[in-house]
Nanobody, 117 residues
């Protein structure tokens, strides 16, 4: 079973940065994996932030997420990362990663990013 695990959430001041990581609990990423990051604010639908392919490191972002969000991965740490600059209070949300591979799509439990104004 592939179980993504998000970490790094917390409370930050508006305008600060926040970096989240995604790992595979009890396992590793494999070459063809695609990792996607999402967020879901209270009372709103989940929205995609962007994706990265594990092997090539190719990144794509939702149009509304370009500029302040960076997705990257680190082979040695076996983690994918989501870095967010210039946090806004309305970006308080639960952040999720999923791992897409031939055997299916696997979701993590999410981590909370809270912005205090």
């Amino acid at each position: 079973q592939v179980q993504p695990a998000e970490s790094g959430g917390g409370v930050v001041q508006a305008g600060d940065s926040l970096t989240l990581s995604c790992s595979v609990s009890g396992g590793t990423f494999v070459g063809d994996d695609m990792v996607a990051w999402y967020r879901q604010a209270p009372g709103k639908e989940r929205e995609v932030i962007g994706t990265i392919t594990w092997d090539a490191g190719s990144r794509h972002y939702a149009d509304s997420m370009r500029g302040r969000f960076t997705i990257y991965r680190n082979y040695h740490e076996n983690r994918a990362w989501l870095h967010m600059n210039g946090r806004k209070p309305e970006e308080t949300a639960s952040y999720y990663c999923d791992i897409q591979r031939d055997s299916g799509v696997y979701w993590g439990q999410g981590t909370q990013g809270t912005d205090s104004s």
